[in-house]
T-cell receptor
Framework: DGGITQSPKYLFRKEGQNVTLSCEQN?????MYWYRQDPGQGLRLIYY???????QKGDIAEGYSVSREKKESFPLTVTSAQKNPTAFYLC??????????????FGEGSRLTVL | KQEVTQIPAALSVPEGENLVLNCSFTDSAIYNLQWFRQDPGKGLTSLLLIQSSQREQTSGRLNASLDKSSGRSTLYIAASQPGDSATYLCAVRPDSWGKLQFGAGTQVVVTP
């Protein structure tokens, strides 16, 4: 089945460590997004990419990095510079092709906890 | 900047009652509006997508309306069931390439 796969589902990190969250989609979508969700708050955009080898900062990019070397993959690295990384991270993708509905699809999320 | 508001933040209804969820946005120039459902600890599931040229969309017991001039969308869920308990979020896209702006969601509990 087509969809978005995020891994790992749960991740624990010690302070000072970098961690990478994986996001893979087989929907052939051009655009991919990373969001952060904190309790009681709406989704906040970290980074997005509309095409391979190109990406833009979202509203809260500090302390995060991404790459887009393949259309189907958009990994997110949470660096030690991110002061409060404990959160639920959501990856999404969107089809921008002609005739597409513009519907955004999400993965199941990755929960990161800093010990 | 587009702001999206969902009121109330939480709602509890008895089983069988119709649910009415509200979404307000400040800029009426939108490309589309999407409603999502989120279960605890899970990702978002798309429920309905309304294009800017449409007034409503329906899927089973769900109906979403859009009134751009007043900056409002309403999600109706008919004959609610305990399985409808979840958080419902709306998101607005400003143009075909624009980033979605999300509301904070309405947490719904349907009691048996």
């Amino acid at each position: 089945d087509g969809g978005i796969t995020q891994s790992p589902k749960y991740l624990f990190r010690k302070e000072g460590q970098n961690v990478t969250l994986s996001c893979e989609q087989n929907l052939n979508h051009d655009a991919m997004y990373w969001y952060r969700q904190d309790p009681g708050q709406g989704l906040r955009l970290i980074y997005y990419s509309q095409i391979v080898n190109d990406f833009q900062k979202g509203d809260i990019a500090e302390g995060y990095s991404v790459s887009r070397e393949k259309k189907e993959s958009f990994p997110l690295t949470v660096t030690s510079a991110q002061k409060n990384p404990t959160a639920f991270y959501l990856c999404a993708s969107l089809d921008f092709s002609a005739g597409a509905t513009g519907e955004l699809f999400f993965g199941e999320g990755s929960r990161l906890t800093v010990l | 900047k587009q702001e999206v508001t969902q009121i109330p933040a939480a709602l509890s209804v008895p089983e069988g009652e119709n649910l009415v969820l509200n979404c307000s946005f400040t800029d009426s120039a939108i490309y589309n509006l999407q409603w999502f459902r989120q279960d605890p600890g899970k990702g978002l599931t798309s429920l309905l997508l309304i294009q800017s040229s449409q007034r409503e969309q329906t899927s089973g017991r769900l109906n979403a309306s859009l009134d751009k001039s007043s900056g409002r969308s309403t999600l109706y869920i008919a004959a609610s069931q305990p399985g409808d308990s979840a958080t419902y979020l709306c998101a607005v896209r400003p143009d075909s390439w624009g980033k979605l702006q999300f509301g904070a969601g309405t947490q719904v509990v349907v009691t048996p």
